[in-house]
């Protein structure tokens, strides 16, 4: 008989146990308490310069931060399905503006922090005679032909190859040759250094146009847009989950200055080093960082 009452209160205490585990499991910690994040990021160089900045301060603050480059589509995607808790360069109204109609209920706002964001058709400052994209038009030949843009997918190569060419009546004569940045810029660079044309796709903020003699072609049909603001969007929940960070984030503004030396800084170290050129970008900025993200 003592051996059964025995036998049941052991039974009850594991039965009270594995109801409190339950509890506990239907309540799982947020991710400040965690102190995991990932941030999605795509290969613009304001993303990845400002990614790795807040990837600094945050490991700073004790987090495990995850970078992970994708591009514009599936960012969004992951964002939406909350594999992804922070991106950086969400560009509204219209860039992202198909990403936004799409996912824009499974994720959040959490403000702008750039507002003078522009999409460009830029050539070198030697073609004196090309001052607007309408000067474009049956000259081809020289250009071979050729639109040199960036990613297939960002919204920019979509706006230049869905609206720009047509409103232009450039179709049949250029064609928009997609590839990556990276690419895009060295074949800049090497038309700069032959002096030859060139025609490409770029952006406002880029540290490009510190760097190399360019200069934006005129659009008086306004088919790129108009200036647009670069936002921070989180995953659904995501200002819950991390309320400090969401704070750091609302208060997170840099000016042109600003964000062409942190991209400067980023682009000029070597691969691999990014992180490391954001840590001694922020350390000598201490006023930029307590604006957004006091005493880190």
């Known amino acids: 008989m003592r051996r059964s009452r025995w036998v049941a209160c052991v039974a009850l205490l594991a039965a009270l146990v594995l109801l409190a585990a339950g509890c506990g499991g239907r309540q799982p910690e947020t991710g400040q308490q965690t102190k995991k994040i990932t941030i999605g990021y795509i290969a613009w ?157 770029l952006w406002h903020p880029h540290w490009a146009y510190a760097k190399y003699p360019i200069k934006d072609l005129q659009d008086p049909r306004g088919a790129m847009g108009q200036a647009e603001q670069i936002h921070a969007v989180g995953r659904k929940g995501f200002s819950a989950d991390f309320p400090d960070v969401t704070g750091m984030v609302h208060e997170f503004r840099l000016d042109d200055r600003q964000l062409a030396s942190l991209e400067n800084d980023i682009n000029s170290a070597p691969k691999g080093q990014e992180e490391a050129a954001a840590a001694r970008w922020a350390d000598a900025h201490p006023e930029v960082i307590a604006s957004f993200a006091p005493g880190r």
Not at 129 to 157: C, K, M, Q, W, Y
Not at 163 to 179: F, K, N
Request: charged share 15%.
């Open 45 to 201: 160089d304001e993303a990845i310069a400002v990614s790795n900045l807040y990837k600094v301060l945050l490991q700073r603050q004790g987090y495990q931060v995850q970078l992970t480059e994708l591009e514009a589509g599936p960012t969004y995607a992951g964002l939406a399905q909350g594999n992804i808790d922070l991106f950086m360069d969400a560009w509204l109204p219209q860039t992202h503006a198909d990403y936004w109609a799409q996912y824009h209920d499974r994720l959040e706002d959490l403000g702008v922090w750039y507002d003078q964001a522009t999409l460009n058709i830029a050539v070198p400052t030697y073609l004196t005679d090309v001052n607007s994209i309408e000067d474009l038009r049956g000259r081809a030949a020289e250009f071979n032909g050729t639109i040199t843009g960036i990613d297939p997918g960002a919204g920019l190569s979509r706006v230049t190859r869905d609206q720009m060419i047509p409103q232009y009546g450039l179709t049949g004569q250029y064609a928009l040759q997609t590839s990556s940045t990276t690419a895009m810029l060295a074949s800049l660079e090497r038309s700069i250094n032959a002096r030859s044309p060139i025609v490409v796709t």
